[in-house]
């Protein structure tokens, strides 16, 4: 048992902890099993590395400011026939990350378009990506402050950082030509260096009219569209067929006005 304590020591001044706390019930199981010393280290040094893996994936999900955590086989390609769920999964493998191109959903509210940014980004921080999510009206406010107070180059780093960049929901508000210049000086810092995945309930089209300037729009659609991958989803809302099944619509629809759906 000294030698048991000895080892245990040595372990956690080497930072190895999980390792240390495993340690008995590795050497049990060992014993058990008769295994020779290098299979027992191989699996004492398992339970340390899948610990720090676990640290990792947690930490790097955290720092991602998902809305929430919703994964690739938690979506129904059944209930969305307009998405081509080899590609998707094509995309998961995160060979676009490796190329710095960019995704593009568009779709009405409700139709998955979050939910698949989401999972994209969760299979990049399993692939050592580091990932960011922000929704486009606080990106744009964010931006818009930093200019203001001078500071715009320090705070576009934060959205430079990350591998890849999530923008959520672009579209549900218009924005001044503040806006719209800082929105395309990130696109442009970005370009050819970063992956975007951004979700909208606009066209390309109607781009120029939300960013309230039409040049900027092509200048900013020039650059995500280069290297890109658009994903136009046409289907009903989740959240719209929940509540049909519940029976909150009945052969005629409730007055508009009430709860609006988000992406």
Same mark, same amino acid.
Not at 37 to 63: D, K
Not at 116 to 139: C, P, Q, W
Not at 163 to 189: C, H, N
């Given at each position: ?124 921080? =399993?692939? #050592?990506?580091?990932? $960011?999510?922000?929704? %486009?009206?606080?990106? @744009?406010?964010? /931006?818009?402050? &930093?200019?203001? !107070? ?18 959520? =929901?672009? #579209?549900?508000?218009? $924005?001044?030509?503040? %806006?719209?210049?800082? @929105?395309?000086? /990130?696109?442009? &810092?970005?370009? !050819? ?71």
């Amino acid at each position: 048992m000294i030698a048991v304590e000895k080892a245990r020591t040595y372990l956690e001044q080497l930072g190895l902890a999980q390792a240390a706390l495993a340690l008995e019930g590795q050497l049990e199981a060992a014993a058990r099993k008769q295994l020779p010393y290098a299979e027992f280290l191989t699996e004492l040094l398992g339970v340390e590395a899948a610990a720090r893996r676990e640290r990792y994936l947690h930490t790097r999900t955290a720092l991602a400011h998902f809305p929430y955590h919703r994964t690739l086989e938690q979506f129904d390609f059944a209930f969305q026939p307009s998405i081509d769920e080899r590609q998707i999964k094509e995309l998961a493998a995160m060979g676009f990350v490796a190329e710095c191109a960019n995704v593009i959903f568009l779709g009405p509210p409700g139709v998955g378009k979050t939910h698949l940014a989401v999972a994209l980004g969760l299979k990049a921080i =399993e692939a #050592g990506y580091g990932v $960011y999510m922000v929704r %486009a009206h606080d990106l @744009l406010e964010d /931006l818009c402050r &930093a200019q203001a !107070e001078h500071r715009l180059d320090r705070r576009m780093r934060v959205y430079l950082a990350p591998k890849m960049l999530i923008i959520d =929901e672009f #579209g549900i508000w218009p $924005y001044d030509r503040m %806006a719209a210049t800082a @929105l395309f000086s /990130l696109v442009s &810092a970005r370009y !050819e260096h970063g992956s975007i995945i951004l979700t909208s309930n606009k066209s390309f089209a109607e781009w120029g009219e939300v960013l309230g300037d039409t040049v900027i729009a092509t200048a900013i659609l020039d650059r995500l569209l280069h290297h890109s991958y658009v994903i136009n989803i046409r289907g009903e809302s989740y959240r719209l067929r929940e509540k049909k099944r519940a029976g909150f619509f009945g052969a005629v629809l409730p007055p508009m006005g009430g709860e609006t759906p988000s992406n």
